[in-house]
């Protein structure tokens, strides 16, 4: 081989060498940027600002602190306004249970919810005829003969972590039903209990507590933050109540008018009825509006 072959030879492989090496400072150079960008962390409120640490987050916090708030506004309202989750449906005929609690029926013996229908309807055996219906429709326990056996299958359901019995027993309670004592205070901390579990209804009766003070001080702030987290999971009772309050208390009709439409479609009657009030007033306030512009 000659020797302008060889120095050939060795220039190709000191360039291959070398773009080897470029290309791993460029590698190494992107992860550290990764990194960098991994370590930055994002606004809480708003999700679009990134801080380096906290003392940067000191320093240009008031440089979009207005922008920062009117996002984080945004946000919480996409949330709020989004359609809630569909209720389940009858573990027997899987039709959607009804939103009335006359339509369904909690089984403290196998913590199913079941609809009235299929509660009430006759059973049959398999020759075709009728036999005791004096049983759940579920697990065939037979119902309970008393008060104590009701309440002792309700405490089994409670310590087995059922947010629905905990949420009936807070409402025995509050309401001094099923042979428990008034006591709001308790009632109070079982609702929060079946909340953290996910009961959206318990989360509407905390709500009420704060609004009329019942075992707590009268704070509306806290009343509507519990309302809204009621609204999130679907119970259309707190949508029903935010409503009122957009009405009432900040005169936002068209927030009112936003809820009740939410609720509306959850089946809830009286946003119903509000809905048609609303817009007959402004069918009544338009007529009126056309016939001052014909009579000028």
């Given amino acids: 081989m000659s020797d302008s072959c060889k120095d050939g030879a060795s220039k190709s492989s000191t360039d291959g060498v070398c773009d080897v090496n470029s290309m791993l400072q460029n590698m190494s150079t992107a992860d550290n940027k990764e990194d960098e960008g991994d370590n930055l962390k994002s606004c809480t409120a708003c999700k679009m600002v990134k801080y380096c640490n906290r003392e940067c987050k000191v320093a240009h916090r008031p440089q979009h602190k207005k922008e920062c708030r009117k996002r984080a506004k945004e946000l919480h309202d996409e949330e709020l306004f989004k359609q809630p989750p569909p209720e389940e449906d009858c573990p027997i005929c899987f039709l959607r249970l009804p939103t009335l609690e006359s339509g369904r029926k909690y089984q403290t013996c196998c913590g199913k919810m079941i609809c009235s229908g299929c509660t009430y309807a006759p059973v049959y055996d398999n020759q075709g005829n009728e036999v005791d219906n004096q049983k759940c429709p579920y697990?065939?326990?037979?119902?309970?003969?008393?008060?104590?056996?009701?309440?002792?299958?309700?405490?089994?359901?409670?310590?087995?972590?059922?947010?629905?019995?905990?949420?009936?027993?807070?409402?025995?309670?509050?309401?001094?039903?099923?042979?428990?004592?008034?006591?709001?205070?308790?009632?109070?901390?079982?609702?929060?209990?079946?909340?953290?579990?996910?009961?959206?209804?318990?989360?509407?009766?905390?709500?009420?507590s704060h609004m009329f003070g019942e075992g707590v001080e009268v704070d509306k702030k806290k009343a509507i933050h519990y309302f809204e987290l009621a609204a999130m999971r679907g119970d259309e009772t707190a949508r029903h109540n935010l409503g009122l309050y957009e009405e009432e208390e900040q005169c936002d009709m068209k927030r009112a008018l936003k809820h009740w439409i939410l609720a509306v479609r959850s089946g809830h009657n009286n946003s119903l009825s509000h809905v048609r009030e609303l817009y007959s007033k402004w069918s009544c306030n338009k007529r009126r509006l056309y016939t001052s512009i014909a009579i000028i």
Avoid: F, M
């Fill in 139 to 208: 697990c065939r326990t037979l119902w309970p003969s008393s008060e104590e056996e009701a309440n002792e299958r309700q405490k089994k359901r409670v310590e087995a972590g059922d947010a629905r019995a905990i949420y009936d027993l807070a409402c025995d309670y509050r309401e001094e039903r099923n042979g428990y004592p008034q006591d709001y205070k308790k009632a109070l901390e079982l609702y929060h209990q079946a909340g953290e579990l996910g009961y959206a209804k318990a989360h509407c009766n905390i709500g009420c």
